[in-house]
């Protein structure tokens, strides 16, 4: 990197900073008032901040309005309805215009505050800056060790080097931005995208906050989804591992029928339902996992090929709109 991103330059923000909103009404204050204190100490004026509603059923989007039409640097963004925390963090992303941009949540759990040391690490000449968690407070022993595991079965299948113990809190050079931006996947896994990209990575250790209100809108479905989404898209051993099960099987079918044929021939035919029990179990057990595996890697490419939007968004809204509709109507 040339050029410190703390720089003169009033042509556009030194930080946006991309916030995706699911039910966040309780904490949404707090997050803006934090933020926005981490941004003035860092940058002073020149950052933005962009809410992303990702149709909350709470009061979200009325108070990321009300916030908007009264802070200066703060734009509101509401998806049409919930798209998911990835893609609302795109549409953020599409919209964002700094030098550099931090993609954190609005539950408060990833420190605002930890914006001026990334901003430091970036300068230095790395490309992203992501943050990787020592502890995770007052979370669920099932959810550690899921996601633990999660992590060795991705890093295992995956053909891209992936961070463990990260979610999607990181600060992004302009430069691999607009090239995450140009990513066309519909089913997105940021944090893989990014590592994707390559250029100069490095990590931030932090102890990873709980919620500051409210609950989490990641269901067991949407972890589930999430976790796919990575294999999936980022590797295509799961495929060759039905050509590997497949495999097995026809070997252990010729197996069986070599057994079948010595045995007639020595008259030792011991006719019995277990094994025959067996064989079609493990068969049709084989059968549906490959199915399953090819399945989803077509069900990508049919959702891929349809070339539909990955969001829609409904209403942008800013103090600037708010003052230019008043004048308008003066």
Known sequence: MDQPLRSNSQDCPEISVVAPCFNEQEGLIEFVQRMTRAADATVGDRYELLLVNDGSTDNTWPAIRAIAHTHPRVLGVNLSRNHGHQLAVSAGLSLARGKAVLIIDADLQDPPELLSKMLDRLNEGFDVVYGRRKTRARESAFKLLSAKYFYKILRLLSDVEIPADT??????????TDRLIAMPEHDRFLRGMIAWLGGKQTELLYDREPRFAGTTGYTLSKMVRLAANG??????????????????????????????LTGYALGNVAPGWTSQALITVFFGVAQLGCLAIMGSYLGRTYMQVKARPIYMIDEITSSRELHESKSEQS
Request: proline content about 2%.
């Open 167 to 176: 979610g999607d809190f990181r600060l992004m050079s302009r430069r691999i």
């Open 231 to 260: 294999v999936v898209g980022f590797s295509t051993k799961p495929l060759r591992m039905s050509i590997f099960m497949a495999a097995m099987g026809m070997l252990i079918g010729a197996g069986v029928v070599l057994y079948a």
